[in-house]
């Protein structure tokens, strides 16, 4: 079941206890859960914040004199006026069993450096760019689709998405579905996209982990593409540890080689994440 609260102007509620130096206090603008374990919530966005597409932030909240910070990769792009996330939901979380609650006017603490390694500079130029992901693992992917820049360095992109159960697939087809609508990027996304959807419990047209998929060749017949080729192809994955071990050790076992700002390369992992 999804619902959603939203609204334009969020009044920030008095806090319980002093920001701690170096945080940024933004408020919660709006929420929308869209199961009972995945839930997106956007924020004002600090007007010095600087970030790549593709990075993360440490994200609090002000409920304790030393609140647990968490890292989130962005959703939105580096050009949105407001920062957007997507979430699991813990129920014995640190911090995801407090955050799963937050409402339009609450204060989201941010730490105020971006990183990561999911960013297009760590990536050398290609034909076609695979963006492979599990559960919230497509929030990055999310900012990505969303920036120009993508599109510069890229013909085609390819999003591949896994979730237990369908319900958890709709923040990405929502995603992809809405890139056509864009003012900014909707024209340069055109005949350029591609999601490939897969559960791995309930019933889906796609069914499988992502792994099993391309290795089977499954994943190549279904979108009727050529297989991956690190002349052609660049990889980025995010998402579940154990996908991302899997998923490394396939394309690396394809010839490419993991890349870094200092060092661009053919594909790239999102370490620090986990979801």
């Known amino acids: 079941m999804t619902t959603a609260a939203a609204i334009n102007t969020a009044e920030a509620k008095p806090l319980a206890f002093p920001i701690p130096a170096n945080v940024y206090a933004e408020t919660v603008v709006s929420v929308k859960h869209y199961t009972d374990r995945l839930f997106s919530f956007r924020i004002t966005r600090p007007q010095s914040l600087r970030f790549r597409s593709g990075e993360f932030v440490m994200i609090g909240l002000p409920n304790a004199e030393k609140p647990v910070f968490r890292a989130y990769s962005v959703a939105s792009p580096a050009w949105d006026e407001e920062l957007e996330f997507f979430s699991i939901k813990v129920p014995d979380g640190p911090l995801t069993q407090h955050l799963q609650k937050i409402q339009p006017g609450d204060t989201v603490l941010m730490r105020q450096k971006a990183t990561g390694t999911l960013v297009l500079d760590a990536l050398t130029p290609a034909k076609r760019v695979f963006m492979i992901s599990t559960g919230t693992g497509i929030a990055p992917f999310a900012s990505l689709l969303r920036d120009p820049d993508t599109y510069e360095k890229f013909e085609q992109v390819i999003v591949t998405h896994t979730c237990r159960d369908v319900a958890e697939l709709t923040y990405g087809k929502e995603l992809v579905a809405a890139l056509a609508q864009d003012p900014l990027i909707g024209e340069l996304t055109h005949g350029r996209v ?33 297989k991956l080729d690190p002349a052609n192809d660049r990889v980025m994955i995010c998402g579940s540890m154990h996908m991302l071990k899997d998923v490394k050790e396939l394309v690396e076992g394809l010839g490419f080689e993991e890349g870094s700002l200092s060092q661009p390369s053919t594909f790239v992992v999102e370490r620090a994440f986990v979801g």
């Not at 959807?197 to 047209?205: C, G, I, K």
């Open 194 to 226: 591609t999601l490939y959807s897969t559960t791995t419990r309930e019933e889906s047209p796609y069914m499988g982990r992502i792994t099993a998929l391309i290795g089977s060749g499954k994943f190549y017949t279904d979108l009727g593409i050529d």
